[in-house]
C-alpha cells in the first residue's frame, strides 16, 4: 500500500511495538548502542520502535500493518495522509 502526507509539513510516526509489530506479525524495533555510564561497562542498549517519516506530498510505498498504528489511523481519517493500493 502506498501512504501520501498531504500536508505541507514533514510527519513523522513512532510505530509502537504494540500496535505495529502486532500487525506485522514481527518486531521491527531496534536495539539502541548501549552508552557507557560513569566507567562502567555497557550491558545493553534499549529497544527503540521504530519510525515512519514522510515528506510533504510524497508518496512511499509501506505495510498495510502501519494503519494498525492509532495516530497514523487517525491522520488518514483527518485528511493529513492518503492511504491507496
Do not use: F, W
Not at 510527519?11 to 509502537?16: A, E, F, Q
Not at 506530498?57 to 495522509?81: H, T, Y
Amino acid at each position: 500500500m502506498k501512504l501520501t502526507n498531504t500536508t505541507h509539513k514533514v510527519r513523522v510516526y513512532n510505530l509502537p511495538h504494540d500496535s505495529y509489530c502486532r500487525a506485522l506479525r514481527a518486531c521491527a524495533c531496534r536495539r539502541a548502542p548501549a552508552q557507557r555510564i560513569a566507567g562502567r561497562r555497557p550491558a545493553g542498549g534499549r529497544l527503540c520502535c521504530a519510525s515512519l517519516t514522510l515528506q510533504p506530498g510524497v508518496q512511499v510505498e509501506v505495510n498495510a500493518a502501519v494503519l494498525a498504528v492509532p495516530e497514523i489511523n487517525r491522520a488518514v481519517r483527518a485528511g493529513a495522509l492518503r492511504a491507496s493500493e
